[in-house]
């Protein structure tokens, strides 16, 4: 990924920075300039989502993409935060701890890195909320 | 008046038994934990780097008190595994708890007290009114290199500290510094691991500077050991700091609480600070707390802190998020091979 | 809008084809539809190739023209377009060729689809393919391919009584059907055993839960259906063509084990051929996971949710079953060169209601039904064709 493409949503892998519809209540992320339902009568603000959610569904991958392949077997899921909005995230547990209907809670972590030499990927995972 | 606003640390949950890496070795383990007083140390998870210590710990600490963080006015950061050469972990750490872009920030390395130097630099620009809050960051994930003596207790860990002056939860009444350009421990650019002097290590390198700053905080303020509570020290091993406490005058019980190395080890930057934090757990308003880190190179940095009321306000939330001693509890243990790999010591395809 | 026909088909074997490049994949097909519709190359008017990445794969772009240019059409300066949608790009490049047709704007037209996938290491083929995922959200967090499907089934097997026997019961049977299909990358039968024994790649699914790395290419040639006899005996009439979009990311769908745009298409299309579910004689679904083939049958409408696993296990599926499904083989056993997929499920019907279907024949088919996905399902196609 180009340095330009994950700087440009810092925002919302650091910090979880989405929107809500202050006229619906509804709430985005990744964030929405536009509101599906409200359309033009929606007002969009920020919103810092509180990085709580539920495992809606999750796998354990064993094979994974070059960048993971040192943290197989690692667990994936399918949050639902709080506000709403699901994202797909890892989960930082053992395999045999995810479950459909764990809370879990964000974390900061590494994400990637672009190989030895280029910039270093932060970003958001989960952890079990204990 | 200047202190601590609010603070907080982050443990990774891996560790490593000195007796597991003794076992590679083929050396002696109970040498090993007699001599160090080390039994075990914390390892980052494959995940994690210095970067994203930091970013929990000051997290932690703005978790236990409501502070705007578009107040907070410079971020500063120390250790000795900042992830870039060039790129500061400062600007990351600033973006990650909202601070950015009224700020300003760097990143420090020296040694194992990169991170007092960090909370002096941000004492300074909050007495001057520079600016409202300073972050001051001390953490590492320190490495050591494979059988070298460091390795049994080179660790990962970091304390957060928010320096201010509205209602502090401890003040910093005073700090001094003594420093020298001294050999003892350290590491070329480019090179993996650090080197040391072996036992030069002790006599001219921490004690003559942590005698040295203690010393002269003591002739700066007019105080002595018995006017504080707590004391901490840098903490390279058990040994060291038991022995420089009683060297000043300090007894083992004020030293107590301070003393995590050995169930942590030695997390470098964050040695001290993670010290200071531990004893800030269990502080009482009016506890004074003694710390002087050290940083080879050289050098030493002394405090004379003192406990508030504010400590036990309900602004400031101890309990927000679990402290020190809750860190170390619940760890997951690594053998030597899942160790070098979460460290990084074993080649990889390039 | 006309009655559109299929007047030849051509697919190449599917597989590990070290020998043949891209080129040659598009042109050894084109061939075979030419000669399978008695056509010459200077009757085309217009071609569509469905192809996932090209980009990627033999860092090519432009496959609209190279193809054209490599059929020998280039001189001929007809028009030629790629048509990408992931791995529905070849269903996708068949509609588009379809409503050319149907339009009136051309006459003779090749819908084809090629992909080469294995001139790259099989880790960047991986990561290409996650493409057909969300990049931003899914692929750069840790998300794969399979894993996404992984998280289909581990919600599926949550909520329904799906047991793991009977999602390998799938890979089973494809590889069945692919044992009787020439062109098929795998020709051996396998056991359940087989699959449960298999390499785990993302909980719960497999290695043989996993359709494969194919290269391949297929073409098919449509034309008008009331020209359709000036080239052949059989022409096969499009009685209905459907496509139907999706949130491109999974946690963004309103069902997880649902693919809504399936469902969509599946109905659009019986309307348009004025057909149910009775008239199926065969279905080409899209089994990328042995899941996707699970939720496919239901979400067509052939079972009902939740019940596909047992349909499976009964047989229903079977080439002697109710619904024959996948009688190629499937994107499992026939192999998946991503963007020909759509079109070989084309060519496999064809050959089913032509009696050409040798050993997976299905005695008397009528009607036969593709449909071809993309992503987890952002995009779906759906075409249902029939004798004429």
Partial sequence: ?130 | MVGIITYGVYIPRYRIKVEEIARVWGANAADITGGLGVFEKSVPDLDEDAATIAVEAARNALLRRYVDPKEIGAVYVGSESHPYAVKPTACTVGEAIGATPNMTAADYEFACKAGTAAIQTCMGLVKSKMVTYGLAIGFDVSQGAPSDALEYTAAAGGAAFLIGRDDPLATIHHTCSFTTDTPDFWRREGQEYPRHGGRFTGEPGYFKHVEGASRLLFEQTGKSPKDFTYAVFHQPNAKFPQKVAKTLGFTPEQIKPGLVVPRLGNTYSGASPIGLAATLDIAKPGDRIFVCSFGSGAGSDAFDIEVTDAILSDTFRRDAVPGVEQQLKNPIYLDYARYAKHKGKIVMQS | MRDVAIIGVGCTTFGEKWQSSFRHLFVEAGALALEDAQLSGEKIDAMYVGNMSAGRFIEQEHIGALIADYAGMATRHIPSTRVEAACASGGLAFRQAVIAVASGMEDIVVAAGVEKMTDVEPGASTDTLTGAADREWEGFVGATFPGLYAMIATDYMHRYPLTREQLAQVSVKNHYNGARNPIAQYQQEITIGTVLRSTMVAEPLRLFDCSPITDGAAAVIVAPLDRAREFTDTPIKVLASAQASDTIALHDRRDISTLDASVAAGKQAFKMAKLSHKDIDMVEVHDCFSIAEICAIEDLGFCKKGEAGKFTADGETALSGKIPVNTSGGLKACGHPVGATGIKQVCEIVQQLRNEAGKRQIDGAKIGMTHNVGGTGATVAVHILGRV
């Fill in chain 1, 1 to 130: 990924m180009s340095v330009a493409r994950f700087w440009r949503k810092i925002p919302q892998r650091y910090n979880l920075i989405g929107t809500r519809c202050e006229t619906c209540g509804r709430h985005f992320f990744p964030p929405r300039t536009f509101c599906p339902d409200c359309r033009r009568n929606g007002k969009i603000v920020d919103h810092k989502f509180a990085g709580k959610g539920t495992v809606v569904t999750y796998t354990i991958i064993h094979t994974a993409n070059e960048q993971f392949e040192a943290l197989t077997p690692y667990v994936l899921a399918i949050i639902q935060l709080d506000e709403g909005p699901r994202m797909t995230s890892q989960i930082v547990c053992r395999p045999d701890e995810v479950k459909i209907g764990m809370r879990v809670k964000s974390v900061f972590r590494k994400i990637a890195t672009d190989g030895r030499s280029g910039i270093i990927h932060y970003g958001t995972k989960f952890v079990p909320e204990e």
